[in-house]
């Protein structure tokens, strides 16, 4: 469901995904492209542990750029701080897991509020997919 998401360069597909009937679908048509998918979440209440977490597939994307940032990663902006996962700067393989890469970010707010969960892509060319992003809000 994208209800509430605000998507740059993604769409909803049911090509390529890792649960359900639709996955994100992001495009790069060039290495300096940003793909975002952004969504806001309820309030976060401070001093409580989160775990956000994606899955994404990039079999189809070539041509990774060698500086920073580049590939597809999971960010989480709260009135704490901002929290990235590790970027999947690679083409995942199709014979490993169908593709699909679990990415997480566990934080812990120091103030109360709600925060902005984005996919990004950058960096790369070519077409990626992000599925099951947890938690469902």
Request: hydrophobic share 35%; net charge positive.
């Amino acid at each position: 469901n994208t209800t509430g998401w605000t998507l740059t360069k993604f769409a909803k597909s049911n090509t390529k995904k890792h649960n359900g009937y639709y996955a994100l679908k992001g495009t790069l048509g060039a290495v300096t492209d940003i793909a975002t998918a952004q969504k806001t979440t309820p309030t976060l209440v401070a001093g409580q542990s989160y775990t956000f977490s994606a899955y994404v597939r990039t079999t189809d994307l070539t041509t990774f750029k060698t500086d920073v940032p580049h590939g597809v990663f999971l960010k989480v902006i709260t009135n704490s701080g901002t929290f990235v996962s590790e970027p999947v700067d690679y083409a995942t393989a199709d014979a490993v897991e169908r593709g699909w890469v679990r990415l997480a970010v566990p934080f812990t707010p120091t103030v109360t509020g709600t925060a902005t969960v984005s996919i990004e892509g950058t960096g790369a060319k070519g077409s990626f997919y992000a599925d099951d992003i947890l938690p469902y809000f």
